[in-house]
Structure formats: C-alpha cells, structure tokens
C-alpha cells in the first residue's frame, strides 16, 4: 500500500515533525524495545523529497532490531511511492547520526542465530533496492553501523564535528554491514585496515579529503537544509534518467561488492562465538577495558 503524504512544507523547510502528519506503516514484526518514533519521515510533495530521521537520542540513535525493521519497512514503501524522487537521511538535529547496532541487542546473538535470522541482511539489502538516491545527513557520530548506513547512501553531506569510525575491534567483532568492503573500496585497503584494526575515529574533514565525503560544512551551516537543497535539484530532473544514473555508477562500484559482503558477513556472525565478543561486549555495557582472552 502506498503510504499517505503530509501537508504541504517549504520547499526548502526541514521538517521538525512537529504537527505533521507521520506515514502509517507496519513492520509485521514489533519489538518492545524501541518506541513508535524511532524512525520517522517528512515528505515535502512540492518537491517529491522525503526525509527520514533516526530518533532515539537518548542512546545516540544505536539501531534495534525494531529500527531496523522500521527503516527496511519505509525504504521499501518510499521506493514504490512515485511522489518521492529522493531522500536524505538524517539523525538527530545538532546530535549524533548513530552510534551503531545496539550492543546489548547484540550480546543476545549467537553465530546459529545470526545466520539464521540473516542478521543485517535486511538493512543491506533494502539499500540495495532502493532505486532512488539517498543523502546521509551526518551530524555528530556515525559509528559502527551508523557509519555502515552512511556508507551505503549514494552521497554523504556531513558537519565539520562529524565523526566517523568502525570500532568494532574494540568490543571483539568486525563490521557486518558491509564496513570492510565500502571502506576499502572508498580509501584504500591500506587506510581502510588501518582505520578498522586501531578504532581509529576519522573526521568528516579528512574523508572529504579523501573523495568519501562529498561536502562538509561549518557550524553556521545547515548540514540537513543543504542535504535538502540538493535533493530537491535531483528531484526536479527526469526520474527515470536519475533511476539509471544511479544504477549505472553503482554498476562500477558493485561488480565484487556483494561477494565481499557475503565472507563479511560470515566473518562477523563466526565473532558471535568467541570468548572475547562476550568479553568486549559486556566491557563496553559496563563501562571497562575489556581484557581479551584472544580465543
């Protein structure tokens, strides 16, 4: 069912979803643990432009399950909604984009259960569906999976305090969302090991520099507003030409992406097994060092 529209906003207004009409959706699968707002959208029909926000600021938007699903759920309706020609992705205003997978959620995975659930296999693939493009807004932090979703955005638009990394060494396991893969293929395999293997934070500034940041921008700047402005120009041009630009630059870029992902993946759930996953995962819930037994 295709989802209904909210009122009318300035074209170049950010929604604050104040007052505005939310789309109704359902997951088919609910969870406790994450409240009815924690994904939400805006869609301004006068320029066929929708924006989808994390929200779960109190936890710096770490994703659940339920986000997850949330966010699969709305990519795939926004996809068939002929009314949206291009999205931004934003989390919260002046605060973090996310911080990752929400480690306690995480503690509770196994490797059988990884697999079988085809944990994050969902997020993957909905990005990889959809037929439109999608800017990352990025304030503050973008983490872990956080990063990972940036990644997988066709452009990147972050704040000049943006902070980005792939700790998930830290906590004994790797990146499952495609972290590994992007990474290297965005700024090389010797940049990308070392970034991945240090927990090394790296700012919006320097990936910039270095062509996986698009555009930063200062303080005084509207990171979420400029991501707006210029999906409101993609929206304006033809959309079934901007549907084949797309998939045809992601024709280059995916060739042996997807194979990549596959062993990723595989990698990441085999973490789910070790001594040191519970060892650096319960180290960072109860805020400790984490003492690895390295088996």
């Known amino acids: 069912m295709r989802p209904s529209v909210v009122p009318s906003l300035e074209a170049t207004s950010i929604p604050d979803f104040e007052g505005l009409e939310q789309l109704s ?20 029909p006068t320029a066929a432009v929708a924006v989808v926000q994390l929200s779960r600021p109190a936890k710096r938007n770490a994703l659940t399950q339920a986000m997850i699903d949330r966010l699969v759920t709305l990519l795939g309706q926004l996809d068939r909604n002929e009314a949206v020609r291009a999205v931004v992705l934003m989390g919260t205003r002046k605060g973090a984009f996310s911080a990752g997978v929400d ?20 997020l993957n693939g909905a990005f990889e569906r959809f037929s439109k493009p999608i800017i990352a807004a990025v304030e503050g932090l973008a983490l872990g999976g956080g990063f990972e979703v940036a990644l997988s955005c066709d452009i990147i638009y972050a704040g000049q305090e943006a ?8 906590i004994g396991t790797i990146p499952g969302a495609g972290g590994t893969q992007r990474l290297v ?38 990171v979420v507003l400029e991501a707006k402005k210029l999906a409101d120009r993609i929206a304006a041009y033809s959309r079934p030409v901007v549907r084949m630009a797309k998939q045809a630059v992601l024709a280059a870029e995916n060739n042996h992406l997807y194979a990549g992902m596959a062993i990723e993946k595989q990698l990441y759930y085999m973490t789910f097994s070790l001594d040191d996953f519970k060892t650096g995962t319960n180290a960072f819930l109860t805020k400790q060092q984490p003492e690895f037994m390295h088996h």
Do not use: C, W
């Open 185 to 222: 293929r965005a700024l090389g395999q010797y940049k990308a090991m070392e970034l991945i293997l240090s927990r090394q934070l790296i700012s919006g500034e320097e990936l910039a520099q270095r062509g996986l940041v698009n555009r930063v921008f200062k303080p005084d700047e509207d």
């Open 25 to 44: 959706f359902s997951t088919g699968q609910e969870h406790s643990s994450a409240g009815t707002n924690d994904v939400r959208v805006g869609i301004d």
């Open 103 to 122: 480690i306690r959620e995480l503690t509770q995975l196994t490797t059988g259960e990884a697999h079988e659930r085809k944990f994050l296999s969902d």
């Open 163 to 170: 902070t980005f990394g792939l700790p998930e060494v830290s």
